[in-house]
């Protein structure tokens, strides 16, 4: 069965100050990792999909990494905007049970 | 260009009724996929549709089914409903069928059972 954990759960930070989230995934064959970003009563935002350990994506201050057991999302230099869940959700070798989704990281960012 | 497209945004039901959900995908796109976000459990997969055809399906009742149209429309019905339906559906659509193509969500149809 696929597994996915995020951590923190929630993260606070002022206004650029940089860090990272993890998504720590079990699965059986990786198809695909994705990045979400969620506004509150919203629908999840795509932001990125990686395919392959050693993968990196960027998107403005967004960075997205990939090793065989987990994912870091980096977020440079953030800005108020920035404040939201971020999910991460992964897709296995079979796909027979769509997308499993992580709880997600609730990042506020502080003027 | 158009994104999915979810309606109605909001919604009432009394326990016991059913209630159904629309979605349209992007155009062009083929698969659709249905999730059930809530606070306590997150996002759950419900049931993925491709060219009309249920390819896979969640680990939720048989009170949750679905169907897509020629046109790649589709539409998810709950029976039935009990207070814990009370959630976000999201539907979501992608070019080809899921496995490993990017999967691109609507805002929600908000279910509120009483």
């Known amino acids: 069965e696929d597994q996915v954990t995020q951590s923190p759960e929630a993260l606070r930070l002022q206004e650029g100050e940089s860090s990272s989230l993890n998504c720590s995934y079990t699965?059986?064959?990786?198809?695909?990792l994705f990045w979400y970003r969620q506004d509150p009563g919203k629908g999840p935002e795509f932001l990125f999909t990686?395919?392959?350990a050693g993968e990196e994506k960027e998107k403005e201050r967004l960075k997205a990494t990939l090793t065989k057991k987990e994912s870091f999302l980096h977020i440079t230099a953030p800005k108020p905007e920035d404040s939201a869940t971020y999910l991460c959700?992964?897709?296995?070798?079979?796909?027979?049970?769509?997308?499993?989704f992580g709880k997600g990281t609730h990042l506020i960012i502080q003027p | 260009k158009a994104g999915v497209t979810q309606t109605p945004r909001y919604l009432i039901k009394t326990r016991g009724q059913q209630v159904t959900l629309s979605c349209s995908p992007i155009?062009?796109?083929?698969?659709v996929s249905w999730y059930q976000q809530t606070p306590g459990q997150g996002l759950q997969f419900l049931f993925e549709y491709f060219s009309e055809t249920q390819r896979n399906k969640g680990n939720f009742p048989g009170r949750f089914s679905g169907r897509q149209f020629s046109n790649s429309r589709s539409e998810m019905n709950v029976s039935t409903l009990e207070l814990g339906d009370s959630a976000l559906y999201l539907c979501a659509s992608s070019f080809g069928a899921v496995s490993g193509n990017t999967i691109y969500f609507g805002e929600g149809s908000w279910l509120t059972v009483v």
């Open positions: 699965v059986s064959g990786l198809r695909g």
């Open positions: 155009s062009g796109h083929r698969s």
């Open positions: 959700a992964v897709q296995s070798g079979g796909g027979a049970d769509g997308l499993t």
């Open positions: 990686l395919y392959s």
